[in-house]
């Protein structure tokens, strides 16, 4: 996975699947996924949330280490 890191008025920004998300917005999309999970998917469903929520955890890792690089 490639990840794209975006800086625009003083908020930086990662790619992920082809949009830019800021910190916040990931901590909320992989907030969102985990309580999916937690009601119960169907297992395809399931192996696609815990591989997006992976993805999703590594681009946060990324921007954070953006960030602490001051781009």
């Not at 996975?1 to 910190?23: K, L, T």
């Not at 999309?29 to 985990?34: K, M, R």
Request: hydrophobic share 40%; aromatic share 6%.
């Amino acid at each position: 996975m490639s990840i794209q890191i975006n800086s625009a008025d003083d908020i930086i920004r990662v790619e992920f699947r082809g949009h830019f998300y800021a910190e916040d917005e990931l901590r909320e999309a992989i907030w969102l996924i985990n309580i999916e999970l937690r009601n119960g998917l169907p297992k395809n469903e399931r192996v696609e949330a815990q591989k997006q929520t992976a993805e999703m955890e590594l681009a946060l890792e990324a921007l954070l280490s953006a960030e602490g690089e001051g781009r």
